[in-house]
């Protein structure tokens, strides 16, 4: 990695580490006068990991909702009576949430409501038979070796990244380091190229993924000065997720993609830390709507476009109407190179069988002889004697 690159990527983890300590403050602080100020405000310690980010929200507080999924990977949950821990998604029997060690075939909906209290019996044991309806032989031992504690006491959490439990900026940059050399090698965004979809918006899904499309404070991180309101709405900075999610319009388009029945639910409860982490949520999720998802995504990135270059007023229903014939006619063309029906299919050719042929002497008392006769060259006149 070139020098300029190791310098940008230690202050982005340094600055992920200071933002992730304001975060720890907020949940574990409770008698610190700017957390009650915050809570307040916000949301309670509790709701903050679900919490849906708003347009009036402050800039730190937004910030603080981006260091999220690396907070959460930090927590490390020390089980009381299972009423608070997330059995599926919480680092509570493992450095991992269990719902990243299982098949993906197993995964189904509403594994968020799930709490490990709903594994435990009267008896405060582990009840071992839903266990193994779940669960893998070597995930149950895993669990099995996390011991139940006879009184009912809360759920408690640490930071898992360091021996005493507590938070310390140091543990959060090293680990910060560790997620930035991680992402090149292994791009969890690559499920994007299998997805049944024009190539052009394959790309588009890339750029976003990337944090590559040209938001305005994008190009404003870049040197290009302009100013970064949305020109939409004009409320609130335009950037990807404000721009596909907190914007009044596209909430507008999104309500009336489920009130038509074109998405059978709303895909916005996927998008709570950024539009990013919805997508692969919906991908791992095998939500049947992720492909009208990404096209509908395409289709207000051109109603974007539409407003700051030909100063066209974007409507709900036209991006709607856009992405639904979009949708279809790429259907119709998959549908005739892919027929579903097996008996449309157009029979495979019958390979024809291959016919040696080599050359044989002419039989006895015969002989061959080659006539060569010169052929004049167009436009060559002929000599006569």
Known sequence: MPSKEIRWAGVSAVNTAFVAKLSWKFLTQDKNYWVQQMRAKYCPPGDFFQYKKKQTDSWAWKCMLRTRDFVKRGVRWKLGNGHTISFWFDNWCHELPLVEMIDPNR????MSQVKVKEFITQDKVWDTAKLYQVLPQHLVKLVLAVPIPVTDMEDSFCWGFTGSGDFTIKSATWQAHENLKTVPESWKFKWIWTLDVMPKIRIF???????????RVALLHKGIYMDPICPACSLDVEDIDHLF?????????????????????????????????????????RAKDLTK?????????????????????????????????????????????NPIHPHLRPSPPTPKATKLIRWQSPPGGTSKSILMVPIPLLGQQQVLS
């Open 205 to 215: 899904l890339w750029q976003l993924c990337h944090n590559a499309l040209p938001t």
């Open 107 to 110: 995964i189904v909906n509403n």
């Open 245 to 285: 999610v907190g914007c009044h319009m596209v909430k507008k388009t999104w309500d009336l993609a489920v009130s038509t029945k074109w998405l059978s639910s709303h895909p916005l409860s996927h998008f709570l830390s950024s539009v990013r982490e919805g997508l692969h949520g919906l991908y791992s999720a």
């Open 293 to 337: 998802v990404v096209i509908l995504l395409w289709s207000l990135w051109k109603s974007r476009n539409a407003l700051v270059f030909e100063n066209e007023i974007p409507k709900p229903m036209g991006s709607l109407v856009r992405a639904k014939r979009i949708w279809t006619e790429w259907s119709l063309r998959t549908s005739v190179f």
